[in-house]
Every structure is written in structure tokens, then in C-alpha cells.
């Protein structure tokens, strides 16, 4: 089963919000936070806005740079591994 756009938009979202928090709570542009981490200011704007889904590591790679606490992100990974049946434990 692999996510649809639509459904990984509803897990992100209150990781999106997080970075925005964060990022903001730093006093970090979005244009600072897509230059620390390769991607376009306006991608960062897209995704923070809804309108694109980041893949899980370029969400995880905004996350670490904009000062979400590791803790967060890591139960960002185990909420979307708990989504799939796994065959070995």
C-alpha cells in the first residue's frame, strides 16, 4: 500500500505546522530555511501553504533545520511505519 498524496498530506499536516511554528519561533525565513536545506523558497512556501507534499526525507531534512525537537520527527517516521503490515517483526 503505497500513500496517496491526499493521505500523506493529512499525516503532515501537524508536522508542516511544526515546522512553521518552529521556523518562525527562530526567526527563520522560509528563504534561509530552503537555502540550509537545497530547495527553492518557493517549494518551502508551496508545502507550508498545502499545496505540495514533501517526500518523508526532504519533511524530515525542513523539520531538522528549522528547529523541531528530534522527538517530533521521530514519531513522524513510526506513525507512518505503523501504517503498513510488516512481515518480519
Request: glycine share 2%; with cysteine.
Amino acid at each position: 500500500m503505497i500513500l496517496s498524496p491526499k493521505k500523506k498530506q493529512q499525516i503532515y499536516t501537524p508536522y508542516i505546522r511544526a515546522l512553521q511554528s518552529a521556523r518562525k519561533e527562530n526567526d527563520l525565513s522560509q528563504a534561509a530555511l530552503a537555502e540550509a536545506v537545497g530547495l527553492s523558497s518557493k517549494y518551502v512556501t508551496l508545502i507550508e501553504s498545502h499545496k505540495r507534499v514533501p517526500s518523508l526525507d526532504c519533511l524530515l531534512a525542513l523539520l531538522a533545520q528549522s528547529g523541531v525537537q528530534r522527538s517530533l520527527a521521530h514519531n513522524l517516521v513510526e506513525e507512518i511505519m505503523d501504517r503498513f503490515e510488516w512481515l518480519a517483526q
